[in-house]
């Protein structure tokens, strides 16, 4: 019976009935789901690595091992994952290997929107393509039949719009998996130089052998409706161009999108007096049909920037502009902000009083400690370079002489587990003037609640060791590491001027679980304003939660979205808030 799937259940599901035994991912939006799906199919093995380059190596030491196996991450995820991935090209596979790759055009919940099937190209490797749900679950078990049949990892392309779009999927069969075991071969597996040039010759070979297969595989198919217009596109971008082009025009869509099937475009263009390449982002698929000579229309009139829709293609291709009804209604902005309660929010309010502090910040939920009012942090980078850059902005100040600026950098506790140590390492190594602080909320809060080695359950729900940030720190030589609530203001003030005056290598570790970490018992309440004794000073807006706002000349709490966590009772000069007896 058809199910209605998002593009990553099915994805899901296709890797279940694909055979797969191993996957290893680290969260990140888009991909999130796919992994927090599959422990339900329960003959998978599936976890949560400290970062996608863990994830990229476990998975592929399971298909050296003799199982079908999967990683998954998002977009910015194929840059840490990459150094074992153009190796695992140039070995080949033991059993099948897919790389899911999950991009993020427009940026929703990114720091930029790199188009991955560059990485395909680059490293040499397969690269599939689904347009919806259905072709997510059909097309990762043809992945796996690739990659076997030509010995290679396949990148699996996928985007936000096909990750969360919703479509009826079609259950089938699981894979009738035989384990032959593992076959010992150091020749193919250990990647010596010299190993590595054999390699080359046969990998090169394998693209054209690929290149000539996709002229003919089902995931590539062909759509004629007429001679005067063509479109070769691929993904959710083919989805779009159908609902543009009229009914006369026909369609190229590519599945299997590198190598590209060049033959297959070729005798296409000749049938078309006319032909557009329609995809998303970069001009990947327009710049190899150029340079075989084919004459298309793309980037020229195609936006290169953020997401297509059916709206912009029917304006940059035909030139009609969306009719739009007026409303005499302004919607109210509503930037991201830290949730009521956010146990970040005390950290950052007390770093972010106008001091000569430089805060050098991650990506996470803490991200927003950039956003007004607290405008405490002054660099976000990438995956643990809140240590990592603010050594170098510390360095800078160091070599000029700068000694009165003080540095703090900032990694939150999955964060740290992803790539933060390395740079916590490098403050101790190379005597850094920076005071690394580990936000520690008990999980990885930005991607939704997902387990990292320092929460105490896998993704499989079986109890782990909870791996202590402290600990490593002391390994590492910070011989003074200062454990703090950060709702407690006095004590957060008091943990940042130890760290300060501190004459021994200091952290900051502030720990509080997340508010929506459910398997933790809470102590929510709730605070009040008493209008008497409130002087409209508006300092309690300066904690920037949501829940606080000004009512008639008077501050006021939101019933709604109060959690009592009392910061905004610790900022009031006047006592006017209160918490309210339980």
Partial sequence: MKQLMSGNEAAALGLWEAGVKVGSAYPGTPSTEIFENLPKYKDVYCEWAPNEKVAAEVAYGASIGGVRSVCAMKHVGMNVAADPIFTATYNGIGRGFVIISADDPSMHSSQNEQDNRYYAKSAKMAMIEPSDSQECKDFIKEAYEISEKFDIPVLFRVTTRVCHSKSLVEPGERYDFKYEGYKKNPTKFVSTPANAMAHHPILEQKLKDMAEFACTSKLNKVEMNGSDVGVITAGVAYQYAKEVFPEDTSFLKLGFTYPMPMKLIKDFASKVKKLYVIEELEPFMEEQIKAAGIDCIGKDVVPNMYELNPQILNECIFGKKAEFTELDVKAVGRPPVLCPGCPHRGFFYTLGKGRNYVISGDIGCYTLGSAKPLSATDTCVCMGGGLSVGMGISKAFEVMGENDKKVFGIVGDSTFFHSGMTGAAEIIYNKGRIIPCILDNSITGMTGQQDNPGSGETLMGEPAPAIRPEKLLEAMGYQNVIIVDPQDLTAMEKAVNDALNSEVPAAIITRRP??????????????????????????????????????????????TLCVGCTVCNQVCPFGAIEKEEK
Avoid: E, F, W, Y
């Avoid at 709730?526 to 829940?547: E, F, I, Q, Y």
């Fill in 514 to 559: 997340c508010l929506l970490l459910k398997k933790v018992k809470h102590d929510i309440g709730m605070c009040h304003v008493n209008t008497d004794k409130c002087r409209s000073c508006k300092k309690c807006l300066k904690v920037g939660c949501p829940a606080i706002s000004m009512k008639d000349g008077k501050a006021d709490i939101d019933r």
